[in-house]
């Protein structure tokens, strides 16, 4: 499993917990944000766009709306592992990521935009200046200040050291706010054993309990 899949695997998963959510909440659909790849027509996608200087930004990977409440949410679908002896000076049971992986994983994403393309979606469209057909994205449209927008995290172990653990939590504002399956995500194409989907139907449970946990402790209280 390399990490692309486990990326998609752990976006999909949390896609479909908050699809549970919106029929809870009775709220319209989560949209999973990221533009369709220009280059490449098939359902291959990127995750991010490319800035006039040439570099990269990538998009949280959920958007959700609950009337006037909005929210954006990133998943990283680690997969942690025991070594003999313990990780580090300290002998940890898991790997324990640092403040700058919490910068560049998390931080960096396009968490203040007044609108996210949807993943998966576009249109086509007449571009008179160049007189060729050409590829738009969809786009969802941010109703509040986006700073105002709720931020969660989602993760499988919460294993950072203690100053990560503190920017990863000022950063997106409330512990509550961070939700974690304690078991990597898996979908149905990376489940091989029947022990697999076990595990699988587990940490969906996790994810999906938590998810709803941290949806009721940050909506607006009316």
């Not at 002896?85 to 898991?94: C, M, R, S, T």
């Not at 396009?110 to 060729?132: C, F, G, M, S």
Request: a negative charge.
């Amino acid at each position: 499993m390399n990490d692309w899949q486990k990326g998609v695997a752990g976006e999909s998963q949390l896609y479909e917990a908050l699809k549970i959510v919106a029929q809870v909440k009775k709220c319209p659909e989560p949209v999973l944000l990221g533009e369709a790849d220009p280059v490449v027509e098939t359902v291959q996608l990127a995750r991010y766009r490319k800035l006039p200087d040439g570099s990269k930004q990538s998009f949280p990977d959920c958007y959700l709306r609950l009337d006037d409440w909005e929210s954006l949410w990133e998943c990283k679908n680690n997969c942690y592992y025991h070594v003999k002896g313990g990780w580090g000076k300290y002998h940890d049971e898991f790997w324990r990521q640092s403040p700058e992986w919490v910068r560049r994983e998390v931080k960096s994403k396009a968490w203040n935009e007044p609108r996210y393309p949807i993943r998966d979606k576009a249109r086509t469209v007449w571009n008179p200046q160049t007189h060729l057909y050409e590829r738009e994205p969809v786009y969802v449209y941010t109703n509040t200040n986006t700073r105002d927008i709720t931020k969660f995290y989602v993760g499988t172990i919460p294993s950072f050291l203690q100053s990560a653990w503190f920017d990863m939590v000022e950063f997106i504002g409330n512990e509550n706010r961070l939700v974690f399956s304690e078991h990597p995500l898996l979908s149905s194409d990376l489940c091989e054993e029947p022990e697999d989907k076990e595990c699988s139907e587990t940490a969906f449970s996790k994810l999906n309990d938590g998810v709803l946990t941290a949806v009721d402790d940050n909506l607006p209280k009316r």
